[in-house]
């Protein structure tokens, strides 16, 4: 099978990653997308329990759309490259790609072994609404004219704004976040304990 890793901390997942995952299986003929939420955000980010948002993402599973708790159950920080290369050798019938955001491209250079992971299968997801310049920053880091046959530059994908950030910013002021992460994970939300940090 064709699987593509929608890796990150899903804090708290939501439509728009559905989206995300939706989108790759259409426009790539991709069979499944796995989402990974992270035990630990390799650049220090302060995250809501793994439980939590493991949880809340199985909410958004479909037939295609799974979960995985690999990078969960290995605790600490999990890195791209790392994770990619453990599939690999786990399932060597498969094929794997891992999804990157658009926004990450400006800091790709600092993740780890960055230079090793864009010879793996990477799908480069628009995030912002310029293409054109997201397409040409990529190609100036890898330092090529063109984008090899491992990278692929998702452009007639549509843009999802919708960020976990925004999530957050509403649950901290009270308001309805129903439309932007469905009935499922806004209910349990509302019924996380007061301690939750999301």
Known sequence: MKIAILGGSFDPPHLGHLAVAQQVIQLL???QVWLMPCFSHAFDKRLSPAKQRLAMCKLLQTKNILVSDLEIQKTGISYSWETLNFLKQKFPQHVFSWIIGSDQITDFSKWYRW???IKEN???FPRTGDK???KKQLLKLIGQDNFPENIIFLEQAQIINISST????RISKKLKINDLVGEKIATYVKNITP???I
């Open 29 to 31: 003929s991709i069979d």
């Open 166 to 169: 925004l999530v957050r910013e």
């Open 132 to 134: 054109d310049q997201s």
């Open 122 to 124: 990477l799908i480069f």
């Open 115 to 117: 230079q090793d992971l």
């Open 195 to 197: 301690k939750r940090s």
